[in-house]
């Protein structure tokens, strides 16, 4: 059964950073393209950074642009995203989603708060 697990989520003051991590398992992780999404309340879900299969090529929301970074590891089955100079607004929950062909899943989210 496939299956994504967040991590690394909590409370970081202003100009904090984190890194989440998404383990997964249940699939062929090294086929799939990762993206992370965050979800503020009553805000829509947004799409974040995204990390392809091969080349690792890599795409960031412009609100996050210079100040995350997505990575992955094939080898532990996980994807990262690394959070640096972290804003108030950056508070949300965190997704972590994988895709292939017809194929998505899911994590259950972290939460990550941004606050003095």
């Known amino acids: 059964q496939a299956q994504l697990v967040e991590s690394g989520g909590g409370l970081v003051q202003p100009g904090g950073s984190l890194r989440l991590s998404c383990a997964a398992s249940?699939?062929?992780?090294?086929?799939?393209?990762m993206r992370w999404y965050r979800q503020a309340p009553a805000k829509e879900r947004e799409l974040v950074a995204s990390?392809?299969?091969?080349?690792?090529?890599?795409n960031y929301a412009d609100s996050v642009k210079g100040r995350f970074t997505i990575s992955r590891d094939n080898a532990k089955n996980t994807v990262y995203l690394q959070m640096n100079s972290l804003k108030p607004e950056d508070t949300a929950v965190y997704y972590c989603?994988?895709?292939?062909?017809?194929?998505?899943?899911w994590g259950q989210g972290t939460q990550v708060t941004v606050s003095s």
């Open positions: 989603k994988a895709t292939r062909a017809l194929y998505v899943y």
């Open positions: 249940g699939f062929t992780f090294s086929s799939y393209a």
């Open positions: 990390i392809t299969t091969a080349r690792g090529s890599t």
